[in-house]
């Protein structure tokens, strides 16, 4: 095997020199490279070592960054980035946080779109492909899907469109038989066909839809691959290539456990097993997850919809054995999880839709149409909801209250402790009159004995939790125990603040807020951005009064790898800050 130097590689075109025979050593070197830093840092694992092979071969073969590539999710790009000028952030401990986990023109030519959702990717080439063409000029378009983006509908209306093309359009479709988890739903049975018939099975949804067909069986082999490459390269017509690749291809825990090396914190190379504790404190998706697994004991009709992330909200897959028809994964589809909890509900179940909130922003015209519009008793629990979350421009999470509060008829709850979300999510599981957001607290599990437990939760009834006069500090969700200390460090200031617990974001409590409107001072925090949030309908509600209202929240901007405790810092959303704000709003 020859030794391959892999900082020499700046570009495509050093590999374009290359023999067949050097690829292979590349893909080697490179798979070594990324298991020593994915071992110590942490990332995607199983997508990015499936796709080694496959990335050098289109390299290879086509004239990048002429020939345009659209990678779906993204997150299976890290052997992009190591061939198209990135290489150190790969080698070079010192520099591994120096590009980000998805692709991103900013950092290079190569990268076209930040992308960190999925589906998308046959849809954008289209757009490209269609200009190309408008334009008059020749070069390659490439949409490179898998990894379970094809059960997001996006993708069926891209290949929809693009099959019409009559073009040169390229849709190279990475099969390694996985999503996150497992796959789910009748597409994935038509893969799993055609590989079972190397390609030659009658029931193939792309030749149905428009498009010419190619199959490689060995989707992690160089000559394989580059042979069909160069096959299709400058056709002038649209075609699905086909490729079966390995997840996690070079790392044998990886290989046998491909749901839990999608994604890995830091870990052992040798054992597969992380570095950090597994003695880690209970989280909310394991409150909600044990929760709901009694519960479906006593309701047979109770049932669980996720969309393709169910380590997200607890649901192991013991849990999911555990649970059995009651838990139902539709694939990476949250229009459907929304829509489908619809017809539950009105077929008598009680349905429970679990998202990430970063990923539940696909499905607003389902909230908004077949939920809030049709009233449908259903419910809605969203994890990583929070500053706190996610912290990828691509996943953030601090979005949802300004979209999802202000639907017509949808409540919104912001539990501030574990006994509140409990709580909460027990009445939702039992009412019957209208949809229920459950927004899951941002950060570590929190208990709060003193709170105040609803029997019922439909109506706004905002919670006192520390009386006082002439300012009030009302903290939704998270940020109720950082007013609670901000009241708690102006008391030795010789002031005397009233907290307020909201419970909801959805309506106003105008009962509650009479009783303040001859404060001097009303501040709100909230995680999420300030416009169009929670405090700015506070703010309205006083507008004609002399209260003064002091709205916090966090910047309507895509923020990138923040620190959230700086940005709580230059939010102004920490106690100090917060005591900060009244004495300089009282002086």
């Avoid at 849809?123 to 094809?150: M, Q, T, W, Y």
Wanted: one cysteine or more; hydrophobic letters at 40%; charged letters at 20%.
């Amino acid at each position: 095997m020859e030794n391959i130097d892999l900082s020499m590689i700046k570009s495509p075109a050093d590999i374009r020199q290359m023999y067949e025979k050097q690829l292979k050593d590349l893909a080697v070197a490179m798979r070594k490279a990324l298991l020593e830093k994915l071992s110590a840092h942490g990332g995607h694992v199983g997508p990015n070592l499936g796709m080694i092979e496959a990335i050098i071969a289109l390299h290879y073969v086509f004239n990048t960054p002429e020939d345009k590539i659209v990678f779906d999710v993204s997150h299976q790009t890290y052997p992009h980035k190591m061939l198209t000028g990135r290489m150190q952030a790969f080698t070079d401990p010192a520099h591994y946080d120096d590009v980000t986990g998805y692709t991103n023109p900013q950092e290079s030519d190569y990268d076209l779109f930040s992308l960190g959702h999925t589906s998308s990717a046959v849809s954008l080439a289209s757009g490209l492909a269609k200009a190309r063409d408008l334009k008059g000029s020749k070069e390659n378009v490439i949409a490179v899907i898998g990894d379970g983006s094809l059960s997001g509908g996006v993708a069926f209306e891209g290949l929809d469109y693009g099959a019409t093309l009559g073009t040169n359009f390229i849709v190279i479709v990475n099969d390694n038989d996985m999503s996150i988890a497992e796959n789910h739903g009748g597409i994935y049975a038509d893969l799993r066909l055609l590989r079972n018939t190397n390609g030659t099975a009658d029931n193939n949804l792309f030749r149905a839809m428009g498009f010419a067909y190619r199959y490689v069986h060995y989707g992690n082999d160089i000559p394989s691959l580059i042979n069909m490459f160069r096959s299709i390269k400058d056709i002038n017509y649209p075609v699905v290539v086909h490729i079966n690749t390995m997840k996690g291809m070079g790392l044998p825990v990886a290989e046998a456990d491909k749901e839990k090396f999608h994604f890995s914190a830091p870990f052992d190379l040798k054992t597969g097993e992380p570095y950090s504790s597994s003695d880690t404190p209970e989280g909310y998706d394991d409150l909600f997850a044990n929760q709901v697994l009694a519960r479906m004991k006593e309701v047979p009709e109770l049932v669980i919809i996720n969309a393709g992330t169910p380590g997200a909200i607890g649901f192991s897959p013991e849990r999911r054995k555990e649970a059995g028809s009651q838990f139902v994964d539709v694939g990476i589809a949250e229009q459907q999880a929304v829509a489908m909890a619809s017809g539950l509900a009105k077929g008598g179940a009680r349905p429970i839709v679990a998202l990430a909130s970063t990923f539940l922003q696909r499905a607003y015209d389902q909230f908004s149409q077949d939920i809030a519009l049709n009233h449908q008793p259903a419910t809605f629990v969203v994890f990583y909801g929070s500053i706190f979350g996610i912290n990828d421009e691509t996943h953030l999470g601090f979005f949802d209250l300004g979209l999802l509060s202000n639907i017509p008829d949808l409540l919104v709850l912001t539990p501030t402790c574990r006994e509140e979300f409990l709580a909460m999510l027990r009445w939702s599981e039992d009412q019957r009159r209208k949809p229920v957001v459950i927004r899951v607290p941002g950060g570590a599990v929190r208990s709060d004995s003193k709170i105040t437990i609803l029997d019922d939760y439909s109506c706004p009834s905002y919670e006192i939790v520390r009386k006082g006069l002439r300012i009030a500090l009302i903290g939704v969700g998270t940020f109720l125990p950082v007013m609670q200390q901000a009241a708690e460090n102006l008391s030795m200031k010789g002031f005397d603040p009233m907290v307020i617990n909201p419970r909801e974001v959805s309506t106003l409590d105008t009962a509650c807020l009479d009783s303040i409107k001859d404060f001097d001072l009303v501040i709100t925090a909230e995680d999420g951005i300030i416009d169009g949030g929670f405090g700015q309908k506070i703010a309205s509600y006083f507008g004609d009064t002399a209260v003064n209202v002091i709205n916090l929240g966090l910047p309507k901007e895509f923020l990138n790898r923040y620190s959230a405790i700086e940005l709580q810092r230059e939010c102004n959303l920490n106690p100090d800050g917060i005591a900060d704000i009244v004495m300089s709003a009282l002086k």
